[in-house]
């Protein structure tokens, strides 16, 4: 047991939905007669965290993962002691730290100077440890020119600097971590992580929320994924990321199919054409074949048209586009522009397959335009944004098209990873 930081049995934090002006309020009166469930209906009680247990080994780094509202962020105020669980125990070894939210703990009509030395005493620091110390949280924090400003004056990101900088040097044995870092500066991300993987090293027990599911995958030991107040997942901090994000994806193919069945017919000024031969439906799938909506930039696309030609054609080709969400053309080809001249196209029914190896698309939505046309242009059908996928990825990379790459430097250049 001396191994295990944090313990948490049987954690349950519910809150009462319906409230005036629909606040939530917690149901400290229900829990303690044990008639939580019994005076509310279940469709006024909001669990917030819903019977977890969970032990995290001393000196281990911890991701918590998970979509809005699935509780990962109070689970840390009651790993933090800021928020009191109504049932279950938490046991905690150590001096713990907590940046939880962007400025708990500042009081904004007083200058940073003052604010170091009072959050300093309140996480168990003396006088004499602050004024130790208070050089390095103010050169950390790169806030020389403003300490003696109220910090209702800060940005954002300065309130983040600040309250890292003094989270850290309190030196603790628990260092809790929540979105806030998704508000710092460019610059001074690195430096948290930087100095959250130094406190690796140094053997302190770690546990961060965060939606940065790269960092996640890359500096933790383990992760965690949360969903409607529990544990589903916890373990290969990779495997519990893909799987999260393979729940995400098909919840957001459900929302898209159901969407579809809403769609009314297309607009005419998305859709154009004589209708001779007549473009019946479009289907975007993966390379197993199966119809999809979210696609990552190393997965491949197949774009499979059914057509209906009214009369038979010798004079045709067909046109695949690919457009960003703003509309602008990331790519485009037909049958033409690549040698293929139409020769007969029979009445009837046909499929038309057009197959790509990689995407190799950034984050965003994408729509594919698909149209059957004469050699001279003349469209028989055309869609105009009418058909849409999205592409995530983990990378940070922007513009449009992820270009294969490969970074060398020689001797006399080096990097560290953070």
């Known amino acids: 047991m001396s191994e295990i930081a944090i313990s948490l049995k049987n954690i349950v934090k519910a809150y009462r939905k319906y409230a005036s002006k629909h606040r939530f309020n917690t149901l400290k009166s229900a829990f303690i007669d044990g008639t939580i469930f019994r005076d509310f209906k279940p469709e006024e009680v909001f669990l917030a965290v819903n019977n977890v ?3 995290i080994k001393k000196g281990k780094t911890v991701g918590i993962i998970g979509e809005n509202g699935s509780g990962k962020s109070t689970l840390l105020k009651i790993i933090a002691g800021i928020v009191r669980p109504n049932r279950g125990s938490v046991i905690t070894r150590g001096r713990i730290s907590a940046l939880i939210e962007l400025g708990a703990g500042f009081h904004p009509e007083i200058s940073g100077r003052e604010n170091i030395f009072i959050n300093g005493i309140i996480l168990g620091l003396t006088k004499k440890e602050i004024k130790e110390k208070y050089n390095e949280i103010v050169r950390f924090a790169e806030l020389e020119d403003f300490i003696d400003q109220p910090v ?24 809790l971590v929540d979105e806030v870092l998704a508000v710092g500066d460019a610059s001074f991300v690195p430096k948290c992580i930087d100095k959250i993987n130094e406190f690796k090293r140094a053997g302190k027990t770690i546990v961060f929320v965060s939606h940065d599911l790269e960092t996640v995958a890359r500096i933790t030991d383990e992760a965690i994924w949360m969903k409607k107040g529990q544990i589903v997942m916890r373990g290969y901090p990779r495997q519990v990321v893909d ?8 919840k957001e193919e459900s929302k898209h199919k159901e969407s579809k069945k809403e769609e009314k017919a297309p607009v005419d000024n998305k859709r154009w054409g004589d209708r001779s031969v007549e473009i019946i439906s479009v289907k975007l799938k993966d390379q197993t074949g199966k119809e999809k909506f979210i696609f990552s930039p190393d997965d491949g696309m197949i774009i499979e048209m059914e ?19 703003e509309g602008h053309n990331v790519y485009g080809t037909n049958t033409f522009l690549e040698n293929l001249m139409g020769e007969k196209l029979t009445k009837g029914y ?4 057009f197959k790509i190896s990689k995407l190799n698309l950034i984050n965003g939505f994408y729509f594919v335009d698909v149209a059957v046309h004469s050699k001279e242009g003349t469209p028989y059908d055309y869609h105009h944004l009418l058909h849409k996928f999205r592409v995530d990825s983990i990378h940070k990379d922007v513009g ?13 250049i080096e990097f560290r990873k953070y």
């Open 400 to 412: 449009v098209y992820r270009m294969n790459h490969l970074w060398e430097f020689d001797n006399g």
């Open 350 to 353: 046909h499929k038309v397959v």
């Open 53 to 55: 247990s969970l032990d």
């Open 243 to 250: 799987a999260y994000l393979q729940d995400i994806s098909e």
């Open 152 to 175: 209702k004056t800060y940005s954002s990101g300065m309130f983040m600097r600040l309250g890292f900088s003094v989270a850290i040097n309190v030196n603790p044995d628990i260092l």
């Open 307 to 325: 057509v209906k030609a009214k009369e038979e054609k010798d004079n045709f080709g067909f046109g695949i586009g690919v457009l960003n969400g």
